[in-house]
DNA sequence: GCCGTTTTCGGCCCGACTGTTTTCAGTCG
């Protein structure tokens, strides 16, 4: 059985709850914890290291120990050590831990005091009234507890990056408008770019803090509020959604912008780099505590530019900020030269009504050509999939026609005749090759069989690349974001198929797919592999999809070069030569 | 348990808020 990244993480953080709630040292604990996050965001298969004899501990927070402890569970699946955590400490606690106002010590309280081991058992002792009588808990804890767990259920973890976009921009208005308010933005993980905020962070300008905070408060959207400080107030809009504010001065911006942004483990490498030069970072500044520590000096704070030029970094964009080599590239000199939405030239891969779109082809190329684009590729799908009303081989001749016409009648954005073919079973494609050849772009995917093996699918999408006619892989994984996880395939050897065959890969750009993700499009960059960054459109509006792709795109660390569509048409038809 | 242009030992980010306290521990981000 393969071992993956992501179970070594799993056993990795499995073993520092429950050292944590049996009060272990707490670096101990972090330092189980820091591994686990080093394997699982790295682009490389752990147990691929294992065979090859290379050296774990050259990666980062993991020295002798575990190092060994990650060959045994590539050997074996398991972990003697956790087992032997289990025996004394039962499993089922570090689930406990996932509940609001619940840490380590509380849960080891009511583990011990009620001998509660499971999130049923914690909502029975609640609605007992056990909790309240435990020292240093009270019926405000135990209410919240209940009301968490009773939550849980029903509410999904984290929101996806569009759904938080439509509340955030308003709630920025309202915030921006609001007297003695001098900027409001949205930092966190939403900053970032990520694929989905957990909760979302705000931040605000203003003298007076306990002004804005009153007016947040009271905001329509908010249903809940769950706390209000001077400076600090954490609410839950009726979405679900939990916002919290920060209000700072105008000295203290870039500190705050910084600090809020994150991501955590990108801010500790800060500070351990400030550490080095006597200096101290904070969500109010950087200070110097060379001198009376009691009484540090403010030596910067108002942009972030001023705060990373002190520790001699040039700024860094939040995207990269997840502690993956951006801080050591920074410090190189090497920081990638981001793409943006303006260096895209065109759209790869959209459909029409002739299958399952919304616009006709026209509408599609004129909704294309008012963004700005100078070529855009009609990808109807194929015929295979019923429910997607996919074309035949003659309607797809007729449909080149229409596009040769349409391209004589426009003439400023180029039309290429494009198809999104299926990939079936076995490998081969749902049109026959004499039809695929007179094409411009052919996207081909994935849209049935789901539950292969790794080995089979990964066959069957390297089989799909035999064919020549073939260009681009669409939603390499298949992810629905909350929906449907990845299948199962080795994307390592998908790439360098890929490379080898001069196909490329999509970033799908449609919030709920964005697939690659972006550990997916750095592992294509270092492979030297280009992917296009497609919207998937089935409305015009969804070609305005494109700014979440190339979000994504640059989380992923890549440049105009790396993307095909950040090329003009005349260069990407040689690329697309196979 | 990790790590080192001070160190192979002694550090390991830091402040706000809440609820429970009677001066602060626990949790969170």
Not at 142 to 168: G, Q
Not at 267 to 277: F, M, V, Y
Not at 287 to 311: C, M
Not at 338 to 354: E, N, P, S, Y
């Amino acid at each position: 059985m393969p071992v993956y990244n992501s179970d070594v993480a799993e056993i990795f953080n499995q073993v520092a709850d429950l050292l944590e709630i049996e009060g272990a040292n707490r670096y101990r604990v972090r330092a189980y914890r820091d591994a686990a996050r080093t394997i699982a965001t790295m682009s490389r298969n752990v147990s691929d290291m294992v065979e090859e004899d290379e050296d774990l501990t050259e990666l980062h927070g993991i020295g002798e120990d575990l190092a060994g402890k990650i060959k045994e569970i590539v050997g074996t699946g398991d972990l003697e050590q956790l087992e032997e955590i289990e025996q004394r400490t039962p499993p089922a606690l570090a689930t406990l831990l996932e509940v609001e106002g619940l840490g380590p010590k509380r849960v080891k309280k009511i583990y011990e005091e009620l001998e509660v081991t499971s999130v049923e058992e914690l909502k029975e002792a609640a609605e007992e009234d056990e909790i309240r009588d435990l020292y240093g808990l009270g019926p405000k804890t135990e209410d919240k507890v209940l009301e968490d767990v009773e939550r849980w259920s029903a509410v999904e973890e984290r929101t996806r990056r569009d759904v938080a976009e439509e509340r955030v921009e308003p709630l920025l208005t309202y915030l921006r408008d609001l007297e003695g308010v001098r900027r409001a933005e949205a930092a966190g993980s939403y900053r970032r770019k990520k694929e989905t905020v957990g909760d979302l962070d705000v931040l605000a300008i203003s003298g007076k803090g306990g002004d804005v905070i009153a007016q947040f408060v009271a905001y329509e959207d908010v249903e809940e509020i769950v706390s209000e400080g001077e400076t600090r107030s954490t609410v839950v809009f009726r979405s679900g959604l939990h916002v919290d504010l920060r209000v700072v001065e105008e000295g203290s911006y870039g500190a705050a912008l910084l600090y809020f942004t994150g991501s955590k483990q990108h801010n500790i490498t800060l500070r351990n780099i400030a550490l080095e030069q006597d200096l101290k970072v904070n969500e109010y500044g950087v200070w110097d505590t060379s001198g009376d520590p009691e009484e540090p000096e403010q030596v910067a704070g108002e942009t972030e530019e001023e705060i990373y030029g002190l520790f001699d970094l040039p700024w860094i964009p939040p995207e990269l900020r997840e502690d993956r080599g951006e801080v050591a590239a920074a410090r190189r000199g090497d920081l990638p030269n981001l793409i943006t939405l303006d260096d895209v030239r065109g759209d790869l891969q959209m459909h029409t009504k002739a299958s399952d779109g919304r616009g006709s082809l026209r509408e599609m190329a004129e909704a294309a050509r008012d963004l700005g684009h100078e070529y855009v590729a009609i990808t109807d799908h194929s015929g295979y999939i019923g429910v997607t009303q996919g074309l035949e081989a003659d309607e797809l001749a007729e449909r080149m026609d229409e596009i040769d016409e349409m391209n004589e009648a426009m003439g400023d954005v180029r039309i290429l005749k494009g198809v999104e073919v299926d990939v079936l079973e076995d490998g081969s494609l749902d049109l026959p090759d004499d039809v695929l050849e007179k094409l411009d772009v052919v996207v081909f995917a994935i849209h049935s069989h789901f539950d292969l093996s790794a080995d089979k699918q990964t066959e069957r999408i390297i089989r799909a690349m035999d064919n020549p006619n073939v260009h681009i892989l669409a939603h390499p994984t298949s992810r629905q974001i909350g929906k449907r996880s990845a299948y199962d395939v080795d994307m390592g050897r998908v790439m360098d198929a890929a490379l080898e065959r001069g196909c490329f890969l999509e970033v799908n750009a449609q919030p709920d797919r964005l697939d690659l993700d972006d550990l997916h499009c750095k592992m294509a960059k270092e492979r030297g592999l280009k992917v296009a960054i497609s919207t998937d459109a089935h409305t015009q509006d969804e070609l305005r999809f494109l700014r979440y792709g190339v979000g994504q795109a640059r989380r992923g660390w890549l440049e105009a070069g790396d993307v095909l569509n950040a090329r003009s048409w005349d260069d990407l038809r040689d690329l697309l030569e196979r």
